[in-house]
């Protein structure tokens, strides 16, 4: 069986120029059409691939894969059966759809039944999600927020540099992209000398962020340690983890995050499997202090991964706000996991860990408005003349990630929402 992930190979399905959907990605995604119900799908280039239609059509009859896995509303099912079967699937279709199968290529009747253009189709939520939990890993924006509010020469807190700090967010308000977002309202002190008010947030922000995906359940009591924690993590995508900072600034205290938060996260509709990404390892940061031995590691558990964020107005106009990387992580996905699990805490499929913030070393690669407008001290012009401190009504926020070597692009495809007015 060809194995996806081979550089060498291509597709006969097309492909366009920097795509993040090669023949080597195979992510996987739900989604519907107007006489189609919510089923599984993965895609290359533009053509989304009807995995219940091929599951149906006998092509996968072979792999000791449960079919009716294919016609979920979520991935979940599949994610549960483990990493064998998941990734024999890929491989099997990365073998249908190589340049020299002729297999489905000659059949005009199947590919009738097993294509949809992206187009045409409704991307939905691919993860049933049982729980979240938000990190704030970035050793930069943690430094920068610090620098904001707390005393600039101790910006980083004590706890900080000693294990990955995270809070347990709210599942059901993450929506897929492309879906819009009502401006939140809450109660926010803009005075320090004056009562709290209640009102929509003058403060709307984004935060750029990636997202995995546990696809492994552990027993409660149990930990996951930084060598076994790859095993857990069936896939990454981007998030926009929204943010209302009045609201957030005016509550942290004592307990942290709360309504500035849970009223929305936007995630990208595909799960790009972390074996896609293997090409695109690098190694983590040096981390002193020296980490306890239960979250110390070894190989390349960081991931040179690109990412930008656009934001689009009403009427057009688009600007990049930031160019960043998921490789300025200071805590890493495996340290994430082994923190998160060290205390007993259950992992079940299906549930979401998101990386925090994610900024860089310069005001270019800063992942959110906080940071890039320095507290609305520095407004960015757009292109249109008008000017940005946090995110208006009407606007769009794009994000897009990609890595590439050996001239394989693998990418993620769009996150992004739209701000509607507060209802």
Same mark, same amino acid.
């Given at each position: 069986?060809?194995?996806?992930?081979?550089?060498?190979?291509?597709?006969?399905?097309?492909?366009?120029?920097?795509?993040?959907?090669?023949?080597?990605?195979?992510?996987?995604?739900?989604?519907?059409?107007?006489?189609?119900?919510?089923?599984?799908?993965?895609?290359?280039?533009?053509?989304?691939?009807?995995?219940?239609?091929?599951?149906?059509?006998?092509?996968?009859?072979?792999?000791?894969?449960?079919?009716?896995?294919?016609?979920?509303?979520?991935?979940?099912?599949?994610?549960?059966?483990?990493?064998?079967?998941?990734?024999?699937?890929?491989?099997?279709?990365?073998?249908?759809?190589?340049?020299?199968?002729?297999?489905?290529?000659?059949?005009?009747?199947?590919?009738?039944?097993?294509?949809?253009?992206?187009?045409?189709?409704?991307?939905?939520?691919?993860?049933?999600?049982?729980?979240?939990?938000?990190?704030?890993?970035?050793?930069?924006?943690?430094?920068?927020?610090?620098?904001?509010?707390?005393?600039?020469?101790?910006?980083?807190?004590?706890?900080?540099?000693?294990?990955?700090?995270?809070?347990?967010?709210?599942?059901?308000?993450?929506?897929?992209?492309?879906?819009?977002?009502?401006?939140?309202?809450?109660?926010?002190?803009?005075?320090?000398?004056?009562?709290?008010?209640?009102?929509?947030?003058?403060?709307?922000?984004?935060?750029?962020?990636?997202?995995?995906?546990?696809?492994?359940?552990?027993?409660?009591?149990?930990? /996951?340690?930084?060598?076994? $924690?790859?095993?857990? +993590?069936? @896939?990454?995508?981007?998030?926009?983890?929204? &943010?209302?900072?009045? *609201?957030?600034?005016?509550?942290?205290?004592?307990?942290?995050?709360?309504?500035?938060?849970?009223?929305?996260?936007?995630?990208?509709?595909?799960?790009?499997?972390?074996?896609?990404?293997?090409?695109?390892?690098?190694?983590?940061?040096?981390?002193?202090?020296?980490?306890?031995?239960?979250?110390?590691?070894?190989?390349?558990?960081?991931?040179?991964?690109?990412?930008?964020?656009?934001?689009?107005?009403?009427?057009?106009?688009?600007?990049?706000?930031?160019?960043?990387?998921?490789?300025?992580?200071?805590?890493?996905?495996?340290?994430?996991?082994?923190?998160?699990?060290?205390?007993?805490?259950?992992?079940? /499929?299906?549930?979401?860990? $998101?990386?925090?913030? +994610?900024? @860089?070393?310069?005001?270019?690669?800063?992942? &959110?408005?906080?940071? *890039?407008?320095?507290?609305?001290?520095?407004?960015?012009?757009?292109?249109?003349?008008?000017?940005?401190?946090?995110?208006?009504?009407?606007?769009?926020?794009?994000?897009?990630?990609?890595?590439?070597?050996?001239?394989?692009?693998?990418?993620?495809?769009?996150?992004?929402?739209?701000?509607?007015?507060?209802?």
């Amino acid at each position: 069986m060809l194995k996806a992930n081979n550089p060498q190979l291509s597709s006969w399905i097309n492909v366009p120029k920097d795509s993040d959907f090669p023949i080597q990605n195979i992510p996987f995604g739900i989604f519907k059409t107007s006489n189609k119900s919510p089923r599984m799908a993965t895609i290359i280039g533009d053509t989304v691939i009807d995995l219940q239609a091929m599951a149906e059509m006998g092509y996968f009859n072979d792999l000791d894969l449960i079919k009716s896995v294919f016609s979920q509303k979520y991935i979940n099912e599949f994610m549960a059966l483990g990493k064998p079967k998941t990734l024999a699937l890929r491989d099997r279709i990365a073998e249908l759809f190589a340049s020299d199968n002729t297999l489905i290529r000659d059949d005009e009747n199947a590919k009738g039944k097993i294509f949809q253009h992206v187009s045409n189709v409704d991307l939905l939520l691919p993860v049933q999600i049982g729980d979240y939990t938000d990190f704030y890993s970035s050793r930069e924006h943690a430094t920068n927020v610090g620098m904001m509010f707390r005393d600039p020469a101790n910006a980083l807190l004590p706890n900080w540099l000693h294990l990955p700090v995270g809070y347990h967010g709210r599942a059901s308000s993450i929506v897929v992209s492309g879906t819009s977002l009502h401006r939140p309202k809450g109660q926010i002190r803009p005075n320090q000398e004056e009562p709290p008010l209640f009102s929509p947030t003058r403060q709307l922000d984004f935060e750029l962020e990636v997202a995995f995906v546990v696809g492994k359940s552990s027993a409660l009591g149990s930990s /996951v340690s930084t060598e076994a $924690a790859e095993d857990y +993590i069936f @896939g990454l995508a981007l998030f926009n983890d929204w &943010s209302a900072r009045d *609201i957030q600034s005016w509550e942290y205290v004592p307990l942290g995050p709360f309504l500035g938060k849970n009223f929305g996260s936007t995630l990208s509709p595909w799960i790009v499997t972390l074996e896609a990404l293997e090409m695109l390892r690098v190694p983590g940061p040096v981390q002193d202090p020296k980490v306890l031995p239960y979250l110390e590691y070894s190989g390349k558990n960081s991931f040179d991964i690109n990412l930008d964020v656009n934001i689009r107005t009403e009427k057009g106009a688009e600007k990049n706000v930031c160019h960043s990387n998921f490789k300025y992580m200071y805590w890493t996905m495996v340290q994430q996991l082994a923190h998160h699990t060290v205390n007993g805490c259950n992992l079940r /499929v299906g549930d979401l860990c $998101a990386s925090g913030t +994610i900024s @860089g070393p310069t005001p270019d690669s800063y992942g &959110s408005m906080l940071e *890039i407008s320095w507290k609305g001290t520095k407004p960015v012009a757009m292109p249109d003349g008008s000017e940005r401190k946090f995110i208006n009504d009407g606007d769009t926020v794009v994000m897009r990630g990609w890595g590439e070597r050996n001239g394989v692009r693998i990418g993620f495809g769009n996150c992004e929402g739209k701000v509607l007015p507060t209802l």
